[in-house]
């Protein structure tokens, strides 16, 4: 497929845990994006890549989220020590690479539903 | 604090009728304003892009309008269909304070229901 997909499309987890949660960009996208979504919510933002560096991390909640792009592709949301709060469907984008910047269209992948219980 | 705030929260119409969907922002500077739609458990899909200088941009039976001078803009949908049932949200980018990237903030989304 010529999307963005996200694996896994659920994950239940307990209180405490790791997980990881994966995103393939649209193939020669450069940006990459990461969103939180709740119930009833719009997206919120929380990291955005330009290639394999994090342009801009200001939307992360705290110290136990924590993202990569180690080939400036495939990127990685890390959650430790997973809290209730958490609980929320976490979608990606991806788009040309001008960034946020240039009014590039993001296109956005069918987001892993987590919830922490 | 940059905020985008939506209007109606949900609307219920029916098929063949028009609606108009409002989004009220704070954000800036303003770099760009665009609507989404997103079906149920699918990510958000793109239907219009506005910056400062345009004030109405069309695609298919969606119109969106922008006044950058009231910070207000509205999406008009025609001819509803029953497809055209998801949410739409609003969302605006602004230019980052200590510069380099915009920094989008997305309203809470319109959820609106075609019957048939």
């Known amino acids: 497929g010529a999307g963005v997909s996200q694996t896994p499309s659920n994950k239940v987890t307990e209180k405490g845990k790791y997980v990881e949660l994966r995103c393939d960009p649209i193939?020669?996208?450069?940006?990459l994006y990461w969103y939180r979504q709740s119930l009833g919510q719009g997206p919120e933002f929380l990291i955005y890549?330009?290639?394999?560096?994090?342009?801009?991390d200001s939307g992360l909640p705290n110290d136990r989220f924590f993202a990569v792009r180690p080939e400036g592709s495939v990127s990685t949301l890390k959650i430790q020590r997973t809290e209730r709060g958490d609980s929320a469907m976490y979608l990606c984008?991806?788009?040309?690479?001008?960034?946020?910047?240039?009014?590039?269209?993001?296109?956005f992948g069918p987001g892993t539903r987590l919830t922490v219980l | 604090k940059n905020q985008v705030e939506q209007s109606p929260q949900s609307l219920i119409i029916l098929e063949g009728k028009n609606c108009t969907l409002q989004c009220n922002y704070t954000v800036s500077p303003f770099s760009n304003l665009r609507w989404y739609k997103q079906d149920t458990g699918r990510g958000p899909v793109s239907l219009t892009i506005?910056?400062?200088?345009?004030n109405t941009k069309s695609n298919g039976r969606y119109t969106a309008t922008l006044d950058a001078d009231t910070k207000q803009s509205s999406l008009h949908i025609t001819a509803s269909q029953l497809s055209d049932s998801a949410s739409y949200i609003c969302v605006v980018s602004a230019i980052k304070a200590s510069g380099g990237s915009y920094i989008p903030t997305f309203g809470r989304g319109t959820s609106l229901i075609v019957h048939p």
């Open positions: 984008a991806s788009s040309l690479g001008r960034g946020l910047a240039g009014g590039d269209e993001q296109f």
């Open positions: 890549f330009q290639g394999t560096g994090a342009a801009d």
């Open positions: 506005m910056t400062f200088s345009e």
């Open positions: 193939s020669g996208h450069t940006a």
